[in-house]
């Protein structure tokens, strides 16, 4: 009978675990302990990386109640928080490989210095390996632990399979006598891997963890070591061909894919998709279906390896080179051939980039995704698929799952409003967000998402030179059409007015899903384009900045119910940016190279705009030429697109030395130079930043004569290097709104014909 001291160790364990994975997620968001899709992970969403470090934590607190360490379960603790702390370290900056093979070998080093333990004998013929056995068993158990960080590719695999092999250790060791502390370490082990490997696989709430490295190095270092110490000739637990057998599976494909890479000529040690699980999963098996198969794969060889037991060791080795080579051969061509029945076969997220058939010839660039874990999505095919309600909100369990927002960006003012409304999602375990991108090729958001640690999930391309703009709206909407059957998103948040607003729109509300528009101020306005009225017709929701944009938007009557004034999520970039500056010495450097014709000591006035279309900046070539005149110690700064499109044919750049046009800067360069402004002259978002930095501003539609210039450039005037205290939580509290969407915001009805009705004379205008 079971010992009733470990029973309740075991049970502390599973508790404590469990406590910790609901106490760390909140946390791990906060640090950035996460896991994101790239070109080799293909989950959804941002997953964190604390399961490794929450069993560690409850396998520790269980021994303790235990209250048995002798002197090699001492070291063997010692040595797994060196490899925890690594791996947290891995998870959280990506350690090198040198530097994660050198923390695993000192783990292992200390692990051999405390205890005197290490492979001395392989079993066969009587082989003494005598000194050699410590670097025998430093590669070996590094082979162990990478061989079991390899495994971790699907969910619930490596905590499965090393469950699996610690009751094959229980199995093998028969002995009858007293158990050693390894044993007992490995059963409270296998007890806090069990809330482990719930959470993993969605339970209770579908908000699923990763192990990370830390846990995935965790499991395959405890169990190395478990092998190694039990089958010691000074304890005799097991016989070392047993060992084999009982880390079997994590052995055999960490091999076959080293050799699989070998023979293609490419290291073997350089990540693919040729492990076991992947090949499974390309066979079109679903996830569930290939954890279970692979599982019952690992318990067949361990079976296989006792009922060997009482054979010959090199029988026995003999079979297991055998087992092996099939694994290597015939195994990749088998599941190649398989043909799974088609009505539980995975269908595969786009892997490539995939062509748009709709006008224009756009392309659809999407970055690999997560196999979709919920069984009903798996299972379904395409026309069922659509046919699913976009806003559902549990999987076929019945259980709460995260709401999924779609966040499409479409050019750098886009993601100034939208990257911390993303940032905020991310951090929510209540939201599972996707960051998409549709941008012309010499657009590029992805500055101002890096501020806030964020990387495009999905993009595609929805200007090209020279295309009509009926292909333009047709390409770009084809576009949307896939990214929403892609993602399937529960809400859709775009800027308010921008050539991803309309294509958003209508494709969401194809989808049935709502759509909420991030309104700037000066964004709306009854001098609107049709397509962007329609846009704002059909959202669900509009967040607006202020009470102004909150009358603009009542004004072209959009019901009050629909419109939420927030405050501006600008200025939380504003201030993320001016940190960076900040912060990173190189950068301001390489800023105050790219501008070094600024005069230190000498006062600046800044034209800047964006959009550079303001046709106030056409009547201001007088006053920038009598400013330059009456002070030339003040630098003038002004974009050079202006003075091409604006200013055709003036010679003022050329013929005052404290002029100088600049190419349109990008987003930390602009804040660089408003930061460095004693005057700024701008309009839109530009205002609305250059006054959260308590800098004095003209506005470009009102240009003022050049005596009101040169009296505020004379005046000292109060300035503010930081914006914190304006970014006021207002992507927070847009978060909270979306959170209350489905039930508070019905979809607007879609104008079926715009001569017909009052609601399409609103969004087109009476004819």
């Not at 692979?294 to 060889?301: D, E, Q, Y």
């Not at 604006?646 to 050329?654: M, N």
Request: net charge negative; proline share 7%.
């Amino acid at each position: 009978m079971m010992d009733p001291k470990l029973v309740a160790a075991s049970a502390i364990a599973l508790a404590v675990t469990l406590f910790a994975i609901f106490a760390m997620r909140p946390w791990a968001r906060r640090i950035g302990l996460v896991d994101k899709p790239d070109g080799r992970k293909r989950h959804r969403g941002r997953i964190p990386l604390i399961g490794g470090l929450c069993f560690f934590l409850g396998t520790l607190v269980g021994l303790s109640y235990l209250g048995y360490f002798d002197r090699f379960v001492s070291s063997l603790m010692a040595g797994a928080a060196l490899i925890v702390v690594a791996g947290v370290l891995d998870d959280a900056n990506d350690l090198s490989v040198r530097s994660r093979l050198a923390v695993e070998a000192g783990a292992i080093a200390l692990v051999i210095a405390a205890s005197n333990i290490y492979v001395d004998e392989l079993g066969i013929y009587g082989l003494r390996l005598g000194v050699l056995g410590i670097p025998f068993t430093i590669v070996a158990i590094i082979g162990v632990i990478n061989a079991f960080n390899m495994l971790d590719g699907i969910d619930g695999l490596a905590a499965s399979v090393a469950m699996t092999s610690i009751g094959a250790i229980l199995l093998f060791d028969q002995t009858g006598w007293a158990s050693p502390g390894v044993l007992l370490l490995l059963q409270v082990l296998f007890a806090a891997l069990i809330p482990y490997l719930c959470v993993n696989l969605g339970w209770p709430d579908g908000r699923k963890i990763f192990m990370g490295d830390a846990g995935s190095t965790l499991i395959g270092f405890l169990l190395a070591w478990s092998l190694v110490f039990l089958s010691h000739g000074k304890v005799e637990r097991l016989a070392p061909i047993s060992v084999l057998w009982c880390v079997a599976l994590p052995i055999m494909d960490t091999l076959a894919v080293m050799y699989r890479r070998i023979r293609q000529g490419r290291s073997p040690f350089k990540p693919d998709r040729q492990h076991l699980h992947h090949l499974v999963l390309d066979a079109g098996i679903p996830p569930r279906m290939a954890l279970i198969l692979i599982v019952a794969g690992s318990g067949l060889l361990i079976l296989i390896g006792y009922a060997l037991r009482g054979a010959p060791p090199l029988l026995s080795a003999a079979v297991f080179v055998g087992v092996l080579a099939i694994h290597i051969l015939w195994v990749p061509q088998l599941l190649a051939r398989l043909r799974w029945p088609a009505s539980l076969r995975l269908r595969p997220r786009a892997q490539q980039a995939m062509p748009i058939v709709a006008g224009g010839g756009g392309e659809l660039a999407l970055a690999p995704q997560d196999w979709d874990l919920r069984e009903q999505a798996q299972s379904v095919e395409p026309a069922s698929a659509a046919a699913m309600p976009a806003s559902s909100s549990a999987d076929d369990d019945g259980l709460a799952l995260p709401m999924k927002a779609l966040c499409v960006l479409s050019a750098p003012p886009d993601a100034i409003q939208i990257a911390p409304i993303a940032r905020e999602l991310a951090r929510d375990d209540r939201f599972e967000t996707t960051l998409c991108i549709a941008a012309t090729p010499e657009q590029d958001a992805e500055q101002v998402l890096h501020l806030f640690g964020l990387e495009p999930d999905l993009t595609f391309e929805v200007v090209k030179p020279g295309e009509d703009p009926a292909d333009i709206t047709a390409s770009a909407l084809g576009g949307m059409e896939r990214v929403l059957s892609e993602v399937q998103p529960d809400v859709v948040l775009v800027q308010g007015d921008t050539s991803a607003t309309l294509p958003a729109t209508l494709a969401a509300r194809y989808h049935q899903v709502p759509v909420v528009c991030i309104d700037a101020d000066g964004a709306s306005g009854a001098d609107d384009d049709p397509g962007r009225k329609m846009a704002r017709a059909l959202a669900s929701l509009h967040v607006a900045q202020s009470a102004s944009a909150e009358r603009q938007l009542l004004a072209e009557g959009v019901p009050p119910e629909r419109v939420l004034v927030t405050g501006n999520t600008a200025i939380e970039t504003l201030d993320a940016a001016l940190r960076r500056i900040d912060r990173d010495r190189a950068l301001d450097g390489e800023l105050a190279e790219r501008y070094g014709f600024l005069r230190d000591g000498s006062p600046m006035l800044l034209m800047l705009n964006r959009d550079a279309s303001d046709a106030g900046f056409a009547r201001t070539a007088d006053m920038l030429r009598d400013i330059a005149a009456r002070r030339p110690d003040v630098d003038i700064v002004c974009s050079a697109a202006l003075f091409e499109r604006e200013l055709p044919g003036s010679d003022l750049a050329r013929g005052w030395p404290n002029v100088h046009a600049i190419d349109p800067p990008d987003y930390l360069a602009s804040v660089y130079l408003l930061k460095r402004a004693d005057l700024v002259i701008a309009g839109g978002d530009v205002h609305a930043e250059a006054t959260a930095m308590g800098r004095p501003v003209l506005a470009a539609e009102k240009p003022a004569h050049a005596t009101r210039i040169l009296d505020l450039l004379e005046r000292d005037l109060p300035r503010e290097d930081t914006a914190s205290k304006y970014g006021d939580g207002a992507s927070a509290r847009v978060v909270e709104a979306l959170t209350g969407l489905r039930p508070a915001y019905p979809l607007p009805d879609m104008p079926r014909d715009a001569g017909s009705t009052a609601q399409a004379q609103g969004v087109f205008g009476t004819p």
